[in-house]
C-alpha cells in the first residue's frame, strides 16, 4: 500500500474510533452528573471556588487556601444561582458561576443546623438585607465599609446581618501570610507603602473553615 493511502485509512480508523468514544460518553452524561449534584445544593448554601487571576493567586497564597473566591446560593423559581461581588455585585446562574472557577472545581457548604434557622422568613431577610450591595463595586481595597465589598465580606455580612450568625471572627490583615514576592507585589500594586495591616477582613478560607458549616458538595474529591 502506498504511504498516502495508508495515512488515509489511519486518518478513517481515528475518525471512526473518536467518534464511538463520543456516542459511548456524550456530554449528557456530565450534564446529568451536574444535575445530580444542584439537587443536593439548597437556598443559603455558600458556595467556594478558586479563579485565575495575579489577585486570585495572591489570596490563595496570603491565606494559605485553596480557595480564593465565595458566594451565596439563591434558589429562585426552583434554578439555582450566585449572589457574587465582582464588578460590580450581582447574581449569576450557578451553572455559569462554575465555568470560571480554575477546573470547574467547587465546594458548597451548609450552615449545619440550617433546616431550623434558616426558614423562609430569615432567608427573605438575608436576602433583602443583601439586595443593597446589588450593582456595588467589587472592593479592590479589602476595607469594611459598604461604599464597595468584596466576596467573602458580603457572605459574611449578609449572614450577620440577615440571619444574626457570625460564620467566623474577622482577622487583621497582618495575620495573614504577607511575606510571599506574589502577594508583596499585588499589596505594593494596592496600596504603595501604606498597606492597612490592622484593617479588619474575612477571606475565603476562613468561611470555609466556620465550624458552622459542614460540607454539601465537594467537586475537588470527585
Known amino acids: 500500500m502506498k504511504k498516502a493511502g495508508l495515512l488515509a485509512v489511519l486518518l478513517l480508523i481515528a475518525i471512526a474510533v473518536f467518534g464511538k468514544i463520543n456516542s459511548v460518553v456524550p456530554k449528557k452524561v456530565f450534564l446529568k452528573a451536574n444535575q445530580s449534584e444542584f439537587s443536593l445544593i439548597h437556598d443559603g448554601d455558600i458556595i467556594f471556588q478558586s479563579s485565575e487571576s495575579p489577585q486570585c493567586e495572591a489570596v490563595r497564597i496570603a491565606t494559605r487556601s485553596k480557595f480564593s473566591h465565595c458566594g451565596i446560593i439563591y434558589d429562585i423559581k426552583g434554578e439555582k444561582y450566585v449572589y457574587e461581588a465582582v464588578q460590580p455585585v450581582s447574581i449569576s446562574p450557578l451553572k455559569d458561576w462554575i465555568k470560571h472557577g480554575k477546573g470547574n472545581y467547587y465546594l458548597v457548604k451548609r450552615?449545619?443546623?440550617?433546616?431550623?434557622?434558616?426558614?423562609?422568613?430569615?432567608?427573605?431577610?438575608?436576602?433583602?438585607?443583601g439586595n443593597q450591595f446589588k450593582g456595588k463595586d467589587y472592593d479592590l481595597y479589602f476595607g469594611w465599609g459598604d461604599d464597595r465589598i468584596y466576596c467573602s465580606e458580603l457572605v459574611w455580612k449578609i449572614y450577620k446581618n440577615g440571619a444574626n450568625i457570625e460564620l467566623c471572627k474577622l482577622e487583621k490583615m497582618k495575620h495573614f501570610n504577607l511575606t510571599d514576592p506574589k502577594v508583596k507585589a499585588v499589596l505594593a500594586e494596592r496600596y504603595g507603602n501604606k498597606v492597612p495591616l490592622e484593617e479588619l477582613v474575612v477571606a475565603p478560607s476562613q468561611l470555609a473553615d466556620s465550624p458552622f458549616l459542614e460540607t454539601v458538595v465537594d467537586t475537588y474529591k470527585n
Do not use: F, G, I
Not at 115 to 127: C, G, H, I, S
Open 111 to 129: 450552615l449545619k443546623n440550617a433546616p431550623k434557622v434558616l426558614n423562609k422568613a430569615t432567608l427573605d431577610k438575608m436576602k433583602s438585607y
